[in-house]
């Protein structure tokens, strides 16, 4: 279950993220609906992946590499972001840094 939970938190953390960069500074007050409930929701499972038993630091670990990773590939699909190849070499090395953190 520790694992569902984690997927669960990462999906809701990707959505807020990405309501958080739709709200323009707040502008766009209606993003800001999205943007509470889903880092809530984003909470709540990562502190159930923790309940489930999984170390703090595989899971945040594991949360924040693959949160950046997602939303960086977003943002270049939806909003044009730039994503360079020394961004990608960053993102690769974030996750290396997670296996060796999991492999302990």
Do not use: H
Not at 32 to 61: C, D, Q
Not at 68 to 82: M, N
Request: aromatic share 12%.
């Amino acid at each position: 279950m520790s694992w569902l939970y984690l997927s669960l938190s990462i999906v809701c953390e990707i959505i807020a993220t990405l309501s958080l960069r739709a709200a323009d500074g707040f502008r766009k007050k209606i993003w800001i609906i999205p943007l509470v409930v889903f880092y809530a929701l984003a909470f709540f499972f990562l502190a159930m992946t923790l309940v489930e038993g999984m170390p703090v630091a595989i899971a945040y670990g594991i949360w924040s590499a693959v949160g950046v990773a997602v939303i960086a590939l977003l943002a270049r699909v939806i909003w044009k972001e730039p994503l360079t190849p020394r961004m990608v070499l960053g993102l690769g090395l974030i996750m290396v840094g997670v296996l060796f953190v999991e492999i302990g």
